[in-house]
């Protein structure tokens, strides 16, 4: 059994990649090689112990056509890792509002609290989960209520 469930991402108008800029911004005041992107993963892997690919596709759409309906809902699709998920979402955006008055922050994250940013950044993906836990879409109705108490928990 996989350790990430999956959800067709939808229209595109509600994608965004607040995720990704606030992994790069966490990237970039830390210290050491890399892109901005890869010293933030590196630095939420080491605090939170879980993978690299775990903190990659909490904040990324990724292709797939193997084992899901791209043709009816599109190739673009959101992971969600069962353990991580939530832990990796909270952890991003509690550093974001740590250091909300910090002056290199995006602006895309200003004046904004911890309730703020979760429906702005993840608020999307957390209904296109609780789609899947609804219709039990490829079966993972009970991997994906699992994720979802773990992501609303967080509201």
Known sequence: ???YVFAPAGP???HNEMMRIAVEYIGSQDSGFGSSWAKGKRYLKGKL???GT???RACVIKNKYIN???EEYGAGVY???KDDCA???KAVLEY???HKDDDTLPQVFSDCNFADLLEKAYGHRISQAEWVRDMNYKKQGDAAEKVCKKLNSLR
Do not use: E, P, T
Request: hydrophobic share 40%; charged share 15%.
């Open 96 to 98: 974001i509002v740590k």
């Open 68 to 70: 899901h309906d791209f």
């Open 49 to 51: 112990g879980c993978s």
């Open 12 to 14: 595109q108008n509600l």
């Open 54 to 56: 775990a903190v990659k």
């Open 79 to 81: 992971y969600y890792q």
């Open 87 to 89: 832990r990796i979402v």
């Open 1 to 3: 059994m996989s350790m």
